[in-house]
């Protein structure tokens, strides 16, 4: 084992509840020695930069920079870094769509006029993967919980910004659904106190079968305290 992965990263050029540049979370999960990483910023139904007055193919190629950024940063490093997005379902309820590229997201300019089910319908006939993030997250902005199970590819059991209880409740909940489980960061900040993720066997140059191999194999999941690296961050102002 080794092969460490994280799902779940926002930046600062697209995401903006997140304060870390794409380039310096690339330099932190390097620094810590990570095989890969994937970006998911918050897509156009999140809290984001997206300018709302161009085309809509300037709108996702906008949004699309931010990984693009990160990769340009990757290279040189031998960490991988994948594509994501985290599409929001209203009230806070979230979804880290993998395996879509920017073509297909070009292609249907109509997608957000789509309800979540349609969405989530037609990303996975695209051979995408859906996992619910989070769902049991306690926030101001979280009015309620609402689970898609019929939906989904699998669920963020462990996400290191959440408690205990709304971890293991999400373990619960993938459990009695027989949904695949995996871990990740959700990291907005580049250092925070934990982190988690999935420590995989070998190297993925695919993030679809990343997650795949992942589905059978839960004991490569963790959430752990962030170890010490020599890497400056920025904080909050």
Not at 32 to 56: E, K, M, Q, W
Not at 124 to 148: C, F, N
Not at 204 to 232: G, Q, R, S
Request: hydrophobic share 40%; aromatic share 14%; net charge negative.
């Amino acid at each position: 084992m080794g092969y460490k992965y994280e799902l779940h990263i926002h930046t600062a050029e697209v995401s903006k509840c997140s304060i870390c540049p794409a380039a310096k979370q690339v330099e932190v999960y390097n620094a810590l020695g990570y095989a890969g990483i994937c970006i998911t910023n918050h897509y156009f139904n999140g809290y984001n930069s997206i300018p709302r007055d161009v085309p809509f193919e300037d709108q996702i190629r906008y949004y699309y920079h931010g990984y693009e950024l990160a990769k340009e940063a990757a290279k040189g490093t031998g960490m991988d870094v994948f594509f994501g997005l985290e599409y929001t379902m209203g009230g806070g309820t979230d979804f880290l769509i993998f395996g879509l590229g920017i073509d297909w997201l070009i292609a249907h300019p109509d997608q957000m006029q789509w309800r979540p089910a349609e969405y989530f319908t037609r990303v996975r006939e695209a051979g995408a993967m859906v996992i619910q993030a989070h769902p049991y997250r306690k926030a101001g902005y979280i009015d309620t919980i609402k689970l898609m199970p019929w939906h989904v590819d699998g669920v963020e059991v462990y996400n290191a910004t959440n408690s205990d209880f709304d971890n293991n409740m999400a373990v619960h909940y993938a459990q009695m659904y027989n949904l695949p489980m995996y871990a990740a960061s959700d990291n907005h900040l580049g250092k925070q106190k934990k982190l988690a993720g999935i420590n995989a066997d070998r190297r993925y140059d695919d993030i679809l079968d990343l997650l795949k191999a992942t589905a059978n194999h839960p004991e490569w999941l963790f959430c752990e305290p962030m170890p010490e690296i020599d890497v400056t961050v920025p904080t909050w102002d």
